[in-house]
C-alpha cells in the first residue's frame, strides 16, 4: 500500500520552467530520503537529485546542477523537483523513488512512482 505518484511534467519551450510534484501515500514522507531520476529514450536511468530524511542535505547530478531545485513539504506529504531553465536534453520521463537510508546520493532506492512525462521542445 506504499505509493509514490509523480505529477507536474508536460511539454514546454526551452528555457522554461516545470515544477515535479512526488505525493507519497500509504507512509509518512518525512521517514524517508528521496530521489528524483529521469530515462530518456533508448538511454540509461539517471540519478539527477536527492534529498535525505531530515531535508537537510540535497544532492545534484552536474547535468542539472543550477538549474533544478528540491524541496520537501512534509505536511503536504509531498516532494518537489523544481526545474529551471529546462533544455531539449532534459526532454525523459522523470520518476521519483523513496529510501530508508541516511546518505541519499549512495543509497537503495526501493519504492518507485511510475513516472510523468517532461517534453522540452520549441
Known amino acids: 500500500q506504499l505509493q509514490l505518484v509523480e505529477s507536474g511534467g508536460g511539454l514546454v519551450q526551452p528555457g522554461g520552467s516545470l515544477r515535479l510534484s512526488c505525493a507519497a501515500s500509504g507512509f509518512t514522507l518525512d521517514a524517508y530520503g528521496i530521489g528524483w531520476f529521469r530515462q530518456a529514450p533508448g538511454k540509461e536511468r539517471e540519478g539527477i537529485s536527492c534529498i535525505s530524511r531530515s531535508g537537510g542535505s540535497t544532492n545534484y547530478a552536474a547535468s542539472v546542477k543550477g538549474r533544478f531545485t528540491i524541496s520537501r513539504d512534509n505536511a503536504k506529504n509531498t516532494v518537489y523537483l523544481q526545474m529551471n531553465s529546462l533544455k531539449p536534453e532534459d526532454t525523459a520521463i522523470y520518476y521519483c523513488?523513496?529510501?530508508?537510508?541516511?546518505?541519499?546520493?549512495?543509497?537503495?532506492?526501493?519504492?518507485w512512482g511510475r513516472g510523468t512525462q517532461v517534453t522540452v521542445s520549441s
Open positions: 523513488a523513496s529510501t530508508v537510508q541516511t546518505i541519499c546520493a549512495i543509497a537503495r532506492y526501493d519504492y
